[in-house]
């Protein structure tokens, strides 16, 4: 089955520099890579995602990578902010032909933004 | 604003006590996923489902475990008997699956379980 493996477990970032956090995935027919947020006590939330045709996204600071080749993608956050403090999570996901889709997420990533 | 719901937000039991938790989906969702959190083990694929029907529930202990879908407004994720390795908190999510394409998975705001 997949298996997801993220780093670093913990990121301490000043404010206004950036962070990197990276994932690997075994399964080759992963198709799709969500990157959740989940603030403290919170729900996890979907901030950006990236398709297995698309080899980089961005959505203002925060930027995704993959490459499939290597199994790898990346979140990339510019700028970053005190309220970017949270757990991330990335996540990879298989669709079916017959229709639903299964997603097995990294064990996070704890980013701390210090102001 | 759409929202998946879960109840109870918050239970405490004891060990040996069955413990029944309730997710309702976004209204027109078609696929719901079970998650384990705990702070060791990340967000834990327990089950799902699709159109109703469990799809995959290899990541749940059968022997004290069991998910259901009795409507497509209702699903069900019970244990029994709790034993306090099963505290943490239980996320139910809901997504519109369609053929090979993915969609977001909008998440309930869990219910935390403590078994003493």
């Known amino acids: 089955g997949e298996n997801v493996e993220q780093h670093p477990s913990t990121l301490s970032v000043q404010e206004g520099d950036s962070a990197v956090i990276k994932c690997t995935y075994s399964d080759s027919a992963s198709n799709y890579f969500p990157w959740y947020k989940q603030e403290l006590g919170k729900r996890p939330q979907l901030i950006i995602d990236?398709?297995?045709?698309?080899g980089e996204k961005k959505d203002q600071r925060i930027a995704v990578t993959l490459n499939k080749t290597a199994k790898h993608f990346s979140l990339h956050i510019t700028e970053t902010q005190p309220e970017d403090s949270a757990v991330y999570f990335c996540?990879?996901?298989?669709?079916?032909?017959?229709?639903?889709?299964?997603?097995?997420f990294g064990a996070g990533t704890r980013l701390f933004v210090k102001a | 604003d759409a929202r998946v719901t879960q109840t109870p937000r918050h239970k405490v039991t004891e060990m040996g006590q069955e413990v029944t938790m309730r997710c309702q989906p976004i209204l027109g969702h078609n696929t719901v996923f079970w998650y384990r959190q705990t702070m060791m083990q990340g967000l834990e694929l327990l089950a799902y489902f699709r159109n109703r029907a469990p799809l995959d529930d290899s990541g749940m202990p059968k022997d004290r475990f069991s998910a259901e879908m009795p409507d497509a407004t209702l699903a069900t994720l019970k244990i029994q008997p709790s034993e306090p390795r099963d505290s943490a908190v239980y996320f139910c999510a809901s997504g519109l699956a369609r053929l090979a394409i993915h969609n977001e998975q909008f998440f309930g705001p869990g219910t935390r379980l403590t078994v003493l």
């Open positions: 996540a990879a996901s298989i669709a079916f032909d017959t229709g639903g889709f299964k997603t097995i």
């Open positions: 990236i398709r297995s045709n698309v």
